[in-house]
């Protein structure tokens, strides 16, 4: 296999999801969206914010969650 082009492949291994929730529709929505509006990868992956908590706490999924909970009142007329 010889392709003409490469891509970069991006994995985001930062939770911002609690694993007893399921918001993960719309964590990837805004995730999609942030990447969309030009917010940097590792802006919208949670990365930067992860950063600089990291030496204080290292699961960002509390702020995840939190963050998404504004997002999603965005379609509660859809609901």
């Not at 990291?54 to 609901?79: H, P, W």
Request: with cysteine.
């Amino acid at each position: 296999m010889n392709p003409e082009i490469y891509f970069k492949f991006k994995q985001n291994m930062i939770r911002r999801q609690k694993l007893n929730k399921s918001t993960c529709g719309y964590h990837a929505m805004k995730f999609i969206e942030d990447r969309i509006n030009n917010v940097p990868f590792s802006q919208a992956s949670g990365y930067d914010e992860f950063i600089e908590k990291q030496k204080v706490i290292l699961d960002g999924s509390k702020e995840g969650e939190a963050e998404i909970e504004k997002y999603k009142n965005k379609f509660e007329s859809y609901i």
